[in-house]
């Protein structure tokens, strides 16, 4: 059976990854000045452009900074589920692109540490009633991650 | 240009008061520093309150008399009241009033804030997927800055036990119960690495203060306190700030703290050095430790040594959150600057009862940081 699946909102990352279109998270850049910004924005907070045009981030980078999140945060606007298990969040700095925010992997803090390398990923953060699973970006340890493929193999 | 002082002060408790509205808490601070004033209602020319969850403070009006008074509702997330005192301030510096009110009222429901991200210009996907929480940012922020600076986990549990020990001599504070280190450390982790008793929480309460012109202070009272600067700031580009989904890579930007202190002490023509006493925003133990630094009232790191010492205890070098700060007193956002400002004025008259601080202070300082990025400085002097 497989599990239907959705991405948390349009435009966020590259929906369905598939191999011709990888997962990235789907940015822009100002055509004036540059800037990199996530997520997509029209407008440019350095130069006040208005024009941008978008931009795929790189899929992996380094962790800048990481917390826990160890209560159910309120709802709403968290849409997760009832029964809750805590998770990590974190700053993954993208060389030469920006510093974004997001979900861990990795929940135990013993297993994170600053300059990790870090790539992205997709989970489940919520299923529906339909069993519909809800998709976000998130960022696996580079070593979590070559595990789990080599597992995926393996099986 | 005329420069503002504060004659009188008002602070209902902080805590929680069922069935009490937050207007009826404000009501009461005003009062209060009116009496302290020595002044009555009618003579108040002019006036900024501010309130989160009240939408209309200004209407506290229909409680203490409906004189005509351009009373003001001002929000500036948790630097809201640093905006009223500066507003307040600014209305007598330029000659529009001669004796004027700031007040802070608030009421917030149990647990952590909630809002819908659209309020923040947040994209609704950064709430529902558990990103949107303030509580992020100071965990992540103190982590990085613990990395970085060589902080200890027990540094943030000593802060945290001293803003309870020094609300414990505080009647109006929440938090009265004095926590050790080692309770402290054993309180669950929230957001690591901060933990359950290194946290402020969102409560109720009310503030006040009345200002007047310097030169006519004299027929209210024999110890005013001088507002010497009032600055605020908001988040530059590249600055790492709370509810960012991103920011830029790059050299390190300087946070509103920084950019406001520095300001709010060059126009005072007081430098840290002079601060004899501060009050900061301790939204978390992490944060009053990140504060000290941002402040300009040590270098980065040193705090280690520092809280180690008791230099921020009350009878330290530079005594900090003498009042229990946020960690002791919760945080009714519209109030809480009003309530750091309500201590410092007790320490620079000498009226601060057990935890008054040794010495003749002269000089005091409070700071607030909150959402979106946003930072007000206040420097008081005698």
């Given at each position: 059976?497989?599990?239907?699946?959705?991405?948390?909102?349009?435009?966020?990352?590259?929906?369905?990854?598939?191999?011709?279109?990888?997962?990235?998270?789907?940015?822009?850049?100002?055509?004036?000045?540059?800037?990199?910004?996530?997520?997509?924005?029209?407008?440019?907070?350095?130069?006040?452009?208005?024009?941008?045009?978008?931009?795929?981030?790189?899929?992996?980078?380094?962790?800048?900074?990481?917390?826990?999140?160890?209560?159910?945060?309120?709802?709403?606007?968290?849409?997760?589920?009832?029964?809750?298990?805590?998770?990590?969040?974190?700053?993954?700095?993208?060389?030469?692109?920006?510093?974004?925010?997001?979900?861990?992997?990795?929940?135990?803090?013993?297993?994170?540490?600053?300059?990790?390398?870090?790539r992205l990923t997709l989970v489940p953060y919520a299923v529906r009633d339909d069993g519909t699973e809800v998709m976000t970006f998130a960022f696996a340890p580079v070593e979590e991650s070559?595990?789990?493929?080599?597992?995926?193999e393996a099986s | 240009m005329t420069e503002a002082v504060i004659i009188?002060?008002?602070?209902?408790?902080?805590?929680?008061?069922?069935?009490?509205?937050?207007?009826?808490?404000?009501?009461?601070?005003?009062?209060?520093?009116?009496?302290?004033?020595?002044?009555?209602?009618?003579?108040?020319?002019?006036?900024?309150?501010?309130?989160f969850e009240v939408a209309n403070p200004d209407a506290i009006v229909g409680k203490l008399g409906l004189t005509g008074v351009p009373l003001r509702g001002v929000f500036n997330g948790c630097a809201t009241a640093g905006t009223a005192v500066a507003l307040a301030a600014r209305a007598i510096e330029t000659g529009e009033h001669d004796l004027t009110i700031?007040?802070?009222?608030?009421?917030?429901?149990?647990?952590?804030?909630?809002?819908?991200?659209?309020?923040?210009?947040?994209?609704?996907?950064?709430?529902?997927?558990?990103?949107?929480?303030?509580?992020?940012?100071?965990?992540?922020?103190?982590?990085?800055y613990m990395h970085d600076h060589g902080i200890s986990h027990d540094t943030l549990a000593r802060v945290a036990s001293k803003n309870f020990r020094n609300a414990a001599g505080n009647e109006k504070a929440w938090r009265r119960t004095p926590l050790t280190p080692a309770e402290i450390?054993?309180?669950?982790?929230?957001?690591?690495?901060?933990?359950?008793?290194?946290?402020?929480?969102?409560?109720?309460?009310?503030?006040?203060?009345?200002?007047?012109?310097?030169?006519?202070a004299h027929k209210y009272t024999s110890t005013p306190v001088r507002i010497r600067s009032t600055s605020l700031r908001s988040r530059r580009l590249g600055a790492f700030e709370v509810q960012s989904p991103s920011f830029p890579v790059g050299e390190p930007v300087v946070s509103p703290t920084v950019d406001a202190a520095r300001d709010a002490y060059e126009r005072a023509g007081i430098g840290p050095e002079d601060v004899d006493v501060a009050q900061l925003q301790d939204t978390d133990a992490g944060s009053e430790i990140i504060h000290m630094a941002e402040n300009g009232l040590c270098k980065d790191g040193e705090q280690e040594r520092l809280i180690a010492e008791g230099a921020t205890e009350i009878g330290g070098r530079l005594p900090v959150?003498?009042?229990?700060?946020?960690?002791?007193?919760?945080?009714?956002?519209?109030?809480?600057?009003?309530?750091?400002?309500?201590?410092?004025?007790?320490?620079?008259?000498?009226?601060?009862?057990?935890?008054?601080i040794p010495g003749t202070p002269r000089v005091g300082y409070t700071h607030l940081y909150g959402a979106p990025g946003v930072s007000a400085v206040t420097i008081l002097s005698t």
């Amino acid at each position: 059976m497989t599990t239907a699946q959705r991405p948390v909102a349009e435009g966020l990352f590259t929906w369905p990854p598939s191999a011709s279109e990888p997962l990235r998270l789907i940015g822009s850049e100002c055509t004036a000045c540059g800037l990199v910004s996530f997520p997509a924005a029209s407008d440019c907070v350095r130069c006040a452009s208005d024009e941008s045009k978008t931009r795929l981030l790189a899929d992996s980078g380094t962790l800048w900074t990481y917390t826990t999140q160890n209560f159910r945060p309120p709802s709403p606007p968290y849409d997760g589920p009832e029964t809750f298990e805590p998770y990590s969040v974190g700053y993954v700095e993208l060389p030469g692109e920006l510093l974004v925010e997001a979900r861990l992997t990795e929940p135990d803090p013993g297993k994170l540490r600053i300059g990790q390398d870090m790539r992205l990923t997709l989970v489940p953060y919520a299923v529906r009633d339909d069993g519909t699973e809800v998709m976000t970006f998130a960022f696996a340890p580079v070593e979590e991650s070559a595990q789990a493929e080599s597992a995926e193999e393996a099986s | 240009m005329t420069e503002a002082v504060i004659i009188g002060v008002g602070l209902h408790p902080f805590g929680r008061f069922p069935g009490k509205p937050a207007m009826d808490m404000g009501a009461d601070a005003v009062r209060l520093a009116l009496a302290d004033a020595g002044v009555t209602w009618p003579q108040i020319q002019g006036g900024y309150v501010g309130s989160f969850e009240v939408a209309n403070p200004d209407a506290i009006v229909g409680k203490l008399g409906l004189t005509g008074v351009p009373l003001r509702g001002v929000f500036n997330g948790c630097a809201t009241a640093g905006t009223a005192v500066a507003l307040a301030a600014r209305a007598i510096e330029t000659g529009e009033h001669d004796l004027t009110i700031a007040i802070g009222l608030d009421k917030h429901p149990r647990g952590a804030f909630a809002a819908d991200p659209s309020v923040a210009g947040i994209p609704s996907w950064y709430g529902q997927t558990g990103l949107f929480l303030t509580t992020h940012f100071f965990g992540m922020k103190i982590n990085r800055y613990m990395h970085d600076h060589g902080i200890s986990h027990d540094t943030l549990a000593r802060v945290a036990s001293k803003n309870f020990r020094n609300a414990a001599g505080n009647e109006k504070a929440w938090r009265r119960t004095p926590l050790t280190p080692a309770e402290i450390l054993a309180s669950p982790v929230l957001n690591h690495p901060l933990r359950q008793y290194m946290y402020c929480g969102p409560d109720e309460g009310a503030a006040a203060l009345v200002l007047c012109r310097a030169d006519q202070a004299h027929k209210y009272t024999s110890t005013p306190v001088r507002i010497r600067s009032t600055s605020l700031r908001s988040r530059r580009l590249g600055a790492f700030e709370v509810q960012s989904p991103s920011f830029p890579v790059g050299e390190p930007v300087v946070s509103p703290t920084v950019d406001a202190a520095r300001d709010a002490y060059e126009r005072a023509g007081i430098g840290p050095e002079d601060v004899d006493v501060a009050q900061l925003q301790d939204t978390d133990a992490g944060s009053e430790i990140i504060h000290m630094a941002e402040n300009g009232l040590c270098k980065d790191g040193e705090q280690e040594r520092l809280i180690a010492e008791g230099a921020t205890e009350i009878g330290g070098r530079l005594p900090v959150n003498t009042d229990g700060g946020l960690l002791g007193n919760g945080e009714p956002i519209g109030a809480s600057g009003l309530r750091q400002i309500h201590e410092i004025v007790l320490q620079l008259r000498g009226t601060a009862g057990t935890r008054q601080i040794p010495g003749t202070p002269r000089v005091g300082y409070t700071h607030l940081y909150g959402a979106p990025g946003v930072s007000a400085v206040t420097i008081l002097s005698t």
